[in-house]
Each structure stands twice: as C-alpha cells, then as structure tokens.
Nanobody, 113 residues
Framework: QVQLVESGGGLVQPGGSLRLSCAAS????????MGWYRQAPGGRRELVAQ??????TLYIPVKGRFTISRESGKNTVFLQMNNLELSDTAVYYC????????WGQGTQVTVSS
C-alpha cells in the first residue's frame, strides 16, 4: 500500500500562485504515473494533470497556467499553479496510477479576492 500526503494549499488572490506537493511512501514511486485531480464544491473529481515515469506530461483544463513535475529522489510530485482563477477553487488530490490507484487526503485551494 502507498501513502500519499499533499501539502501547499491555501488561500490566494486571483492571479496569484501556489505550489502543491505530494510525497509518496514506499519504493514504487518511480515506476508509476502520478496525477493531480481536483474537486470543486458540488462538482465531480476531475483530472488536472498527469506525469509519467518518463516525465511525459498531460494537462486537461489548465495547460499554460499549471506545471506538473516530479522529483524521484524525494518521491514527490509537484503542481505549480500560476495565474490562479476563481474557478480553480477546489480540493486538490494526488493519485498514483497503480491498479487499484491510491489517493492522498487532499489539500484545499481557495482563490478569492
């Protein structure tokens, strides 16, 4: 079993930036794709970005504003979020794409003026 711990959320004004981190336990981090998902109030959980073990990336709704990266030596995946918008307000979760996948507990991001 893998444990994922997210951090870095908070309250930010529109146009601001945050960097989320997700630290993974165990020794399988380097083998699997990692993903960041988010769930807005009343909404469905949606994929934001993924990064493969070979560092290839996939972005869904936020390309150009968000950047996903991973650091193998620290078993950590990051989500750099720039130019944040009100609609980015959500709980952000990381997931390791094993079968079945494992989720972190989530970190709240609130964009508000």
């Amino acid at each position: 079993q893998v444990q994922l711990v997210e951090s870095g959320g908070g309250l930010v004004q529109p146009g601001g930036s945050l960097r989320l981190s997700c630290a993974a336990s165990g020794n399988i981090f380097n083998t699997y794709t990692m993903g960041w998902y988010r769930q807005a109030p009343g909404g469905r959980r949606e994929l934001v970005a993924q990064i493969g073990s070979d560092h290839t990336t996939l972005y869904i709704p936020v390309k150009g504003r968000f950047t996903i990266s991973r650091e193998s030596g620290k078993n950590t995946v990051f989500l750099q979020m720039n130019n944040l918008e009100l609609s980015d307000t959500a709980v952000y979760y990381c997931r390791i794409e094993t079968t079945p996948p494992f989720w972190g507990q989530g970190t709240q991001v609130t964009v508000s003026s």
